[in-house]
């Protein structure tokens, strides 16, 4: 079974630093999607960023990067230049097809 | 274009009593997904449909949960009896395909309590 680890429960950032929200997983597959959502207080959950495991270039959305490191089943969010609007409980998920994984979450506080 | 919707967003009911949820995924899209997320875990699958078809229900957790697609359209997920352990968020989803295609919308979510 695969699984989604996020180890840190919780993180705070300044604004306008950087932070960087890690999730590992576990799976014996070789082509699979990786996903970072967010999800605002209150708010539905967005797609933030998406890496396809056969893609070697870390995907990059503006202030969004992934540190994709395959072979150590690892894929870090880096947030560049936190702004308030960040502040939200961020979900790693992994998918090869169909039902998708997730981690238990990450919630950001970005401190003014 | 609408996203993704859910009814109700709130919902306290008594243990044993019945309750329905609702997704309306977006239009066109064949692949329906639930998933449900209890106090502090993770974000747990409980099944796929493509179209009216239930393709993987691997995820619900025991016979007291029945989920329907009539039609192709919305769902309905309904709890038969509510114990207090269903208590949680239930998130819907919504993708026009899945793979590379497989882009997953969500829901806001219904919170379920259960007392």
């Known amino acids: 079974a695969q699984t989604v680890t996020q180890s840190q429960p919780e993180m705070s950032v300044q604004e306008a630093e950087t932070v960087t929200l890690s999730c590992t997983y576990d799976?014996?597959?070789?082509?699979?999607?990786l996903f970072w959502y967010k999800q605002p207080p209150s708010r539905q959950m967005i797609l933030v960023i998406r890496?396809?495991?056969?893609?070697?270039q870390n995907a990059t959305e503006n202030r969004f990067s992934v540190n994709f490191q395959k072979a150590a089943k690892s894929f870090s969010l880096k947030i560049s230049d936190s702004q308030l609007g960040d502040a939200a409980m961020y979900f790693c998920?992994?998918?090869?097809?169909?039902?998708?994984?997730f981690g238990a979450g990450t919630r950001l506080t970005v401190k003014p | 274009e609408a996203g993704v919707t859910q009814f109700p967003s709130h919902s306290v009911i008594e243990k044993g009593q019945t309750v329905t949820l609702r997704c309306d995924p977006i239009?066109?899209?064949?692949?329906l997904y639930w998933y449900r997320r209890v106090m502090g875990k993770e974000i747990k699958f409980l099944l796929h449909?493509?179209?009216?078809?239930?393709?993987?229900e691997s995820g619900m957790p025991n016979n007291r949960f029945l989920a329907e697609r009539t039609g192709g359209t919305y769902s309905t997920l309904k709890v038969q009896p509510a114990e207090l352990e269903d208590s949680g968020v239930y998130f819907c989803?919504?993708?026009?395909?899945?793979?590379?295609?497989?882009?997953?919308?969500f829901g806001p979510g219904t919170r379920l309590t259960v007392l």
């Open positions: 239009s066109g899209h064949d692949n």
């Open positions: 890496q396809e495991a056969y893609k070697q």
């Open positions: 449909f493509v179209k009216e078809s239930k393709q993987d």
């Open positions: 998920a992994y998918t090869r097809l169909n039902d998708m994984r």
């Open positions: 989803a919504s993708s026009l395909g899945t793979g590379r295609l497989g882009e997953q919308f």
């Open positions: 799976t014996s597959e070789s082509d699979y999607y």
